[in-house]
């Protein structure tokens, strides 16, 4: 069986014990699977989504900003107006904090 199959397998898997509202001990002796496998593939499923929606940065191109400038940061509804000497470690909080709500 290749990976791909591997995986298509599980995410059918995955989805059927899901759709059952049964507990996974309950599930895995009706389907004849190991649980520890369940448990494995829906750690490894989450972790593919928050891989999916984890946070990408632009690079942005300041040179051409004047110096008493400021940048507005659009996410969702929220606008951050960043103004020169801004905490980098603030504004990464905020926008950590804005992106999963």
Not at 41 to 53: C, D, L, Y
């Amino acid at each position: 069986m290749t990976k791909k199959e591997r995986q298509e397998l599980w995410e059918t898997r995955l989805a059927e014990y899901r759709a059952s509202g049964q507990s996974v001990t309950a599930w895995c002796k009706e389907h004849n699977v190991n649980p520890q496998q369940l448990w494995y593939w829906r750690r490894k499923e989450k972790q593919q989504v928050a891989e999916e929606n984890a946070v990408s940065w632009l690079p942005v191109d300041l040179s051409e900003i004047k110096s008493q400038s400021s940048l507005l940061v659009r996410i969702g509804r929220a606008t951050i107006e960043v103004n020169p000497g801004f905490d980098p470690e603030l504004l990464l909080d905020v926008v950590n904090i804005l992106v999963t709500q």
